[in-house]
Each structure stands twice: as structure tokens, then as C-alpha cells.
């Protein structure tokens, strides 16, 4: 960390909403993490994470993405996990009982069908997840976050119902 202190002010909205609010450059989340630019662009070409867009096109990331981020480094660095092997395990986790796919959706949809990335990076035009935002969705929310995704894997839908 460079010392960046993170700060609120609470103006109505409510801790999750502060916690999801897109507010820091692609090149300050890079030095509070102590990585490159080019390390984040990567992670979000490859599918780990979902960086937000300003109308300038200039990425922003909530404070969320930023444990997120957190999350993938710890499984790079401290468990060796490759970049591969995450979108792997983001793979696993059963978004269709998330969103209640019916079966014959479910067999066309390359998220339930494949295991090569998360949900969020495949276009879903057809089916239950098309037109929502994936920034918002439980599933997307809960597999960055290092504490879940061993349950979420591991296959108990009740723990996403939760949040």
C-alpha cells in the first residue's frame, strides 16, 4: 500500500453503495496495490474482473473490485495459483441456480456448459442474464471474494441466497 487512506462520506447512500461506487483510477488502485497498469488491463481481458468505464471510456474501480483485486493477487501470489486457474475456479461457480436458468437455457449457455471462465465473461443474449449488468450480479460479486468462493464451488446455492 502507498498509504492511501480510504474515506466515505456517507450522503444517503448506504454501505454497499459506497463499497460499489466506481470512484479510482486504473493508476491509483495500481499503486495501492503495488502492480502495473498493464497487470490490470490484463486481469480484465482475461475475464477476472470487470473494470467500470467512465464516459470518457477511462476505467474506475469501487472499492469492491479493489478487494477483489486483492483476492486475485493472494491466489497468485501467496497460493500460486495461475491467472488460468482462476478464471477456472470462477467457472465452477453455479450462476444458473443464481439466477434460475431453466434447464434448456442452461444447456445452451457456454457459462454452464464450459469451464473456462466466470459467467460474466461470456455475451448472454438469449437467456435469463441477457440485458442485466454483471457489475451488480450476486454471482460476480460473490467470486471475487476470497472468503466464498470455496463454498460457492463447493456447491451450497444457499450461501448465495444469503447475500
Not at 27 to 44: D, I, N
Not at 90 to 110: G, H, I, K, Y
Not at 116 to 144: F, I
Amino acid at each position: 500500500m502507498d498509504g492511501t487512506k480510504l474515506v466515505f462520506i456517507n450522503i444517503g447512500m448506504s454501505d454497499k453503495d459506497n463499497k460499489e461506487t466506481p470512484l479510482y483510477s486504473i493508476g491509483t488502485v495500481a499503486r495501492m496495490l503495488g502492480v502495473s497498469v498493464q497487470t490490470l488491463r490484463l486481469y480484465e481481458r482475461r475475464g477476472l474482473i470487470l473494470a467500470h468505464k467512465s464516459s470518457g471510456n477511462q476505467r474506475l474501480y469501487s472499492q469492491s473490485d479493489i478487494e477483489r483485486l486483492k483476492c486475485i493477487r493472494a491466489s497468485i501470489s501467496k497460493h500460486k495459483i495461475s491467472i488460468e486457474g482462476i478464471r477456472r475456479i470462477q467457472s465452477m461457480v453455479p450462476c444458473w441456480e443464481n439466477v434460475q436458468c431453466p434447464m434448456e437455457q442452461r444447456m445452451a449457455c457456454p457459462a454452464f456448459t464450459a469451464s473456462d471462465a466466470g459467467c460474466w465473461t461470456y455475451k448472454h443474449k438469449t437467456n435469463v442474464c441477457a440485458g442485466r449488468e454483471c457489475h451488480d450480479c450476486t454471482v460476480y460479486l460473490l467470486a471475487g471474494d476470497c472468503e466464498q468462493i470455496k463454498s460457492l464451488v463447493h456447491h451450497q446455492p444457499r450461501r448465495l441466497a444469503e447475500k
